[in-house]
């Protein structure tokens, strides 16, 4: 079965300070990856995904970056943190099998707060 | 530009008191309309996958059904532990697989 890390778990960092969000999917090849932000009370917002490794594709304007290195390992990253980057940040992985849609599965998730 | 519309934003229910929630969207054109669960602190758990209006699919006490511009998840008899935020999301034919979530609706079990 499939599996998908997130480390840290929680995170409490100062403004201006880098961040490095890590996420790891087991038991499948070849995966699309996601990250989503999560402000308080409000729904997830779209901000990379990566259909392959280095393959990265941009959705919101920003001051972080994605990085796919390995099939299975994508990255989130900042150089100088805002305030406003605090949030709960989802990594989120599928496989598209020619199918009309492919179901997107979540891991558990980095709660960020910046200080 | 997808948006998805999710309401009520809170709902309290007393235990097996029966209710819906509304997910209403506009797309292009559906690929899928996606449920999931979110538990406090955690990250969402897939529910169901409606793909065309007229579908409906059901797991425990949940049933989801699909029209052509909305989505309702019923609950029937609830329990305390479908208390959690439900979340409604839409993939369009034309991104490259993308969701667009709604904002959620909190539900609450009372026992």
């Known amino acids: 079965s499939q599996t998908i890390h997130q480390w840290p778990a929680t995170l409490v960092q100062p403004v201006g300070s880098p961040l490095s969000l890590e996420c790891t999917v087991e038991g499948t090849s070849n995966p699309n990856l996601y990250w989503y932000r999560q402000a308080a009370g409000r729904g997830l917002q779209l901000l990379f995904y990566?259909?392959?490794?280095?393959?990265i594709s941009s959705e919101v304007p920003q001051n972080l970056s994605a990085s796919r290195p390995q099939d299975r390992q994508f990255i989130l990253s900042s150089k100088k943190l805002l305030l406003s980057d605090s949030g709960f940040y989802l990594c989120?992985?599928?496989?598209?099998?020619?199918?009309?849609?492919?179901?997107?599965?979540f891991g558990p998730g980095t709660r960020l707060t910046v200080l | 530009e997808d948006q998805v519309t999710q309401s009520p934003e809170a709902l309290r229910l007393q235990e097996g008191e029966s209710s819906s929630l509304n997910c209403s969207y506009t797309v292009s054109g559906l690929r899928g309309l996606f449920w999931y669960r979110q538990d406090p602190g955690k990250g969402p758990e897939f529910l169901f996958t409606l793909y065309s209006a007229g579908e409906e699919k059901e797991k425990e006490r949940l049933k989801a059904t699909l029209t052509k511009k909305e989505s309702f998840l019923h609950i029937t008899a609830p329990k305390p532990e479908d208390s959690a935020t439900y979340l409604c999301a839409v993939q369009d034919p034309g991104s490259a697989r993308q969701l667009t979530f709604g904002s959620g609706t909190q539900l609450t079990v009372l026992p």
């Open positions: 990566s259909v392959g490794i280095g393959q």
């Open positions: 989120a992985w599928s496989v598209y099998r020619g199918e009309s849609t492919d179901t997107q599965y």
